[in-house]
């Protein structure tokens, strides 16, 4: 058996926590030494979709931690003329040590495990985007935490997400915060909320829901300790600008809401973001604002991810 990081109840709480203070680690000693958890190893970084954030931090990360890191567009690859997945995962499985892909189905994802036999990385996916989630929980233990980041410092604490709520981002931070004992508020349009796939993955991780949903932006952001928000038009729905920037304007992350929210509110955003539609300039660029330590941190939490993978597998697996 391979361990991969496919969906965010991939690891149990206590295993997500060995993985936080890994990359507790990681930042507190970056550049005071070599690290050699992927010595000797080729990781595929495979994109199917543009990324800035993920590709420099994982380039980055299976570099900083000894690896030759490979990176892919599927463009460059026989995938985009027809070869399967399964025979691809094969093949790549017999030269590099893991992989790490930014693909649209879950189930591609799903299938380069399978197939490859190595740790897979779910770098985004249209349902999910794990590795983001689970820097926000670092980035908010960091925010919340007297001392070392601590998952204790993140329960009861009240998370709003506005906008589309049926979106991967929305779901993945639902089933993480729900790891952590988070207070999730997933807060949009009706025509938004969450569909039965979220349930599907609750069900399936046998956890527990701590999230609810709500159309009423001002309830939702009551008392609130953190406001998040992602961009309105996703990657691949750019036909639908319009229509959405109408739907989805009474969800703006601005001084209004932040009124409403505890004095000690902060702002986060996993980026890119477009000031003036889903958040006003004037929260994005406020002291409230932490979006540069959530993109910071996804260097520190991936490595850890990749090398927690690699050691449990190692344990597995001789
Ligand atoms: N947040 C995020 O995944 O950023 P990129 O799309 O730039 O990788």
Known sequence: ????????????????????????????????????????????????????????????????????????????????????????????????????????????????????????????????????????????MEHFSNGAPNVESLKGKKFVFFGDTACNMAYSLALAGSMFGVEVVLCGPEEFKPGKELDVLFDSANLEKSYTFTPDPEAAAKNADVLYTDVWVSMGKEDEKAERIKQMSPYQVNDNLFKLADKNAIFMHCLPAHANEEVSESVLESPRSIIFDQAENRLHVQKAIMSWLVQKNRQLNG
């Open 1 to 140: 058996m391979v361990r991969s990081f496919l969906r965010d109840t991939d690891l149990s709480p206590a295993e997500a926590a060995e993985v936080f203070e890994l990359a507790h680690r990681y930042k507190t000693t970056r550049g005071a030494g070599v690290l050699d958890i992927l010595n000797g190893q080729s990781w595929g970084l495979i994109f199917f979709k543009k990324s800035t954030r993920t590709r420099l931090s994982f380039e980055a990360g299976v570099y900083e931690l000894g690896g030759n890191p490979m990176v892919m567009s599927s463009n460059d690859l026989q995938i985009s003329r027809g070869e399967t997945i399964e025979d691809t995962a094969r093949v790549m499985g017999r030269y590099l040590h893991g992989l790490v892909i930014r693909t649209f189905e879950q189930e591609m994802v799903d299938k380069f495990a399978k197939y490859s036999g190595r740790p897979v990385v779910n770098a985004l996916t249209d349902l999910l985007h794990p590795c983001q989630s689970y820097t926000d929980m670092f980035t908010m």
